[in-house]
């Protein structure tokens, strides 16, 4: 048996982490959906003047609350965050502010690099309006699965938004081919009776591989009986062609994915 890594996508089912949507089109440049270094440096010095005294220097002070990983009661997109700040919350300890839009955008884009004032801090939209985009325009659940719905085709959503940052999902958007994770390339098998499998890996080990086929069927093949075993380069969807809001409101959609609670 031979384990070859190629190039060639011809036999390549519709399987991607890469989490992009089907489209033609140039790829967009990353830096078309994020704040600027100048407004996160900027956002810092805002944190510790106007935040910092409840929220404490790592944005971790009010309970069910981590500003710094992104973390709040409710997922919250780029206007929910200023809306919050501009208005308060009743009930809370959480006033409001009188803040310009040029300073709202700071804070947000300091909170959205992870209190980095050298990171990357990524827009995040709206989350319902992400929702109709995956499962319409976007085309994405055409091969993933949110809770129990779905196909097999790609990996699971259902939690993405708890395990993956806004950074790796627009990504994963806009540049599928970087962002592909190694045991989610596409695979194509040999048996030594003659059958052809293709699919994605689940898992793999000295012995064995683990699999979901071409028709969606669990496989656990042996590689003792495997005559050929082909692993590919490249990604099977092109990056996305949605415009960059629609593509933060994709992102908020998939960070408010979290499993079912």
Not at 178 to 206: H, K, Q, S, Y
Not at 213 to 223: G, H, I, Y
Request: one cysteine or more; aromatic letters at 6%; glycine letters at 10%.
């Amino acid at each position: 048996m031979s384990t070859i890594e190629r190039s060639s996508p011809v036999w390549l089912m519709a399987l991607s982490m890469s989490l992009a949507v089907p489209g033609g089109g140039s790829a967009q440049s990353l830096g078309d959906h994020t704040y600027s270094s100048a407004d996160i440096e900027a956002g810092s010095r805002l944190y510790v003047s106007e935040c910092r005294l409840c929220h404490g220097a790592f944005g971790n002070s009010v309970d069910g609350v981590n500003l710094r990983l992104g973390q709040f009661r409710q997922p919250l997109s780029d206007d929910g965050i200023r809306q919050v700040i501009t208005t308060g919350i009743d009930g809370e300890r959480m006033p409001s502010f009188d803040l310009g839009t040029e300073q709202l955008n700071q804070l947000v884009a300091f909170i959205r690099a992870g209190f980095d004032p050298e990171g990357t801090a990524v827009r995040v939209g709206d989350a319902s309006r992400g929702r109709v985009l995956f499962e319409g325009e976007g085309g994405c659940a055409e091969c993933h699965r949110i809770n129990g719905r779905g196909p097999r085709a790609a990996p699971d959503l259902s939690d993405i938004g708890a395990i993956r940052s806004p950074t790796a999902l627009q990504r994963a958007l806009l540049d599928p081919y970087t962002a592909l994770l190694p045991i989610n390339r596409p695979v194509r098998i040999v048996m030594d009776d003659g059958e052809i499998i293709t699919g994605r890996r689940l898992n793999e080990d000295t012995y064995s591989v683990q699999m979901i086929d071409s028709q969606e069927r669990l496989r656990s093949l042996f590689k003792s009986q495997m005559v050929d075993y082909e692993i590919s380069r490249d990604p099977t969807m092109e990056p996305t062609t949605l415009s960059s809001d629609q593509v933060a409101d994709v992102i908020g959609y998939l960070l408010s994915l979290r499993g079912l609670r």
